[in-house]
């Protein structure tokens, strides 16, 4: 299984960006994707998941309101749209293909695509 991030880049604070990660490879199934994010010097954390059939999203407090995760079940790809940046999100940021999304148990990590706010 390979997934396949990219949207990073520079963006000033208050503007947007849309991540997308794409899935390909022997996918039998997904059950739920999600994004995390590790800052310079912090552990990675999570940011937000989708479960893949039916409804189901969740988000870090960190990033309710600003961010909203969304998926193609024709393309494999969740997407990360991220409005109303800030400094403080400024991260290298993985897709990932979760165990499940009750679980939040990464199953495979994407390469990171590297997000910098400015102030």
């Known amino acids: 299984v390979q997934l396949q991030a990219s949207g990073g880049g520079l963006v000033q604070a208050g503007g947007s960006l849309r991540l997308s990660c794409a899935a390909s490879?022997?996918?039998?199934?997904?059950?739920?994707m999600g994004w995390y994010r590790q800052a310079p010097g912090k552990e990675r954390e999570s940011v937000a998941r989708i479960r893949w059939s039916g409804s189901g999203t969740y988000y870090d407090d960190s990033v309710k309101g600003r961010f909203t995760i969304s998926r193609d079940y024709a393309k494999n790809t969740v997407y990360l749209q991220m409005n109303s940046l800030k400094p403080e999100d400024t991260a290298v940021y993985y897709c990932a293909l979760l165990q499940s999304f009750s679980s939040a148990v990464p199953k495979y990590w994407g390469q990171g695509t590297l997000v910098t706010v400015s102030s």
């Open positions: 490879g022997s996918i039998s199934s997904i059950n739920a």
